[in-house]
């Protein structure tokens, strides 16, 4: 069966770095495009960042552009998000999804999530 | 950047009709997808593309759309689906974009 697996949450100072992994298994890997979705503390989801099945193209929300940055291991089926120069509205639960889709972005499986809390 | 408007709430009596709608730009070009989300836990991926539902999610749950607004549609409420439901939909930037959501409440 499908699974993904977050990690690496934590709670973080202002403006430190953190690195997510999401640990994909029960297909192949290579076929999918992957998400960042995030959602903070009572608040609804929002888009962070998308990687294509192929690793050609990536795109990032406003808000985390020139900050996050997302890429993929094929070998070890897993995808990453580098968190740089975090601001305390980082604040989130991040979840990774798997997107079927050629044509418009749609999520199928999701991880179960890990908690980012960015805090002094 | 592109935006998708969801009403904040709606309530439905059980065994009645709902519609969740969704406003964007973006949807003149893209399909939306729905989500269900209970508290707690994660998404839930209910329809795609132009009406299609993943496996194990029941055939009460339908989606239209007309030029620039998508719809969700439950047809006999049960109380299971009281959830926050979000739209989602690609731009023409190749981001992605959520509504704000619908909490649904099942009178």
């Known amino acids: 069966q499908v699974q993904l697996v977050e990690s690496g949450g934590g709670v973080i100072q202002p403006g430190g770095s953190l690195r997510l992994s999401c640990t994909a298994s029960g297909y192949t890997f290579t076929t999918y495009g992957l998400h960042w979705v995030r959602q903070a503390p009572g608040k609804g989801l929002e888009w962070v960042a998308v990687i294509w099945f192929d690793g050609s193209k990536k795109c990032y929300g406003d808000s985390v552009r020139g900050r996050f940055t997302i890429s993929r291991d094929d070998y070890k089926n897993t995808l990453y998000l580098q968190m740089n120069s975090l601001r305390v509205e980082d604040t989130a639960v991040y979840y990774c999804a798997r997107d079927p889709s050629s044509t418009s972005y749609h999520f199928d499986y999701w991880g179960q999530g890990t908690l980012v809390t960015v805090s002094s | ?107």
């Open chain 2, 1 to 107: 950047s592109s935006e998708l408007t969801q009403d904040p709430a709606v309530s439905v009596a059980l065994g009645q009709t709902v519609r969740i709608t969704c406003q964007g730009d973006s949807l003149r070009s893209y399909y939306a997808s729905w989500y269900q989300q209970r508290p707690g836990q994660a998404p839930v991926l209910v329809i795609y593309d132009k009406n299609y539902r993943p496996s194990g999610i029941p055939d009460r749950f339908s989606a239209s759309s007309s030029g620039n607004t998508a719809y969700l549609t439950i047809t006999g409420a049960q109380a299971e689906d009281e959830a926050d439901y979000y739209c989602h939909s690609r731009d023409t930037s190749d981001k992605g974009v959520f509504g704000g959501g619908t909490k649904l409440t099942v009178l």
